[in-house]
């Protein structure tokens, strides 16, 4: 399915923008006019609306989110004659995860233990990651506690899933 990402991610910022009100603000980046790619759109949907509700969930009020999308180009390798790579980076300023807790969020039901009284089932990013799979991407988590968490999506621009 071919899909224009830079106006998808743009307009999903937006509205996800629009629900938030002033409580928070989303800044949308990116360092390309228009990227053609072939990715299932309601799967990259689902993977994005999923990441920007823990962004802003776990954030406090008035926190700066950043969304950022660029496309990587990666070296040639004759197996892979174009390995180019979308990357899209969700950064908020929110109360990080701890260490111990990281590669266990990835399953069911698994949440952090500094949640405190914020809501949620933890099931969210084990969907993202089935999805993620689905697409041959990877997903890569990095955090402070205190400070905020990075969550990386790299997808290949041609993704074979498309249904
Ligand atoms: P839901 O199923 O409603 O999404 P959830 O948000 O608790 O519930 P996940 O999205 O799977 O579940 O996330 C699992 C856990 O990872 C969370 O409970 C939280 O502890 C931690 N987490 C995920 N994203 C963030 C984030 N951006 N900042 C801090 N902690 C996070
Ligand atoms: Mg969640």
């Known amino acids: 399915i071919p899909l224009e990402l830079v106006q998808f991610c743009r307009d999903l910022v937006e509205e996800r923008q629009i629900t938030a009100g002033d409580r928070y603000q989303i800044s949308f980046e990116t360092n390309r006019d228009r990227l053609e790619v072939t990715i299932d759109d309601k799967i990259l949907e689902h993977i994005l609306l999923?990441?920007?509700s823990n962004a802003l969930k776990y954030s406090p009020e008035g926190g700066q989110i950043e969304f950022k999308l660029t496309l990587k180009e990666r070296e040639y390798t004759?197996?892979?004659?174009s390995?180019?790579?979308i990357v899209i980076r969700i950064q908020d300023p929110g109360i990080g995860i701890p260490p111990?807790?990281?590669p266990n969020l990835f399953k069911s039901f698994q949440r952090a233990?500094?949640?405190?009284?914020?809501?949620?089932?933890?099931?969210?990013?084990s969907i993202v990651r089935k999805c993620v799979d689905l697409l041959e991407g990877q997903i890569e988590i990095t955090s402070k506690i205190g400070r905020g968490t990075t969550v990386t999506v790299t997808l290949p621009r041609y993704c074979k899933q498309s249904s």
Request: aromatic letters at 0%.
């Open 50 to 52: 999923n990441l920007l």
């Open 78 to 81: 004759p197996d892979n004659p």
């Open 83 to 85: 390995d180019e790579a």
């Open 100 to 102: 111990e807790d990281l």
């Open 113 to 125: 233990t500094n949640v405190g009284t914020i809501r949620g089932t933890g099931l969210g990013l």
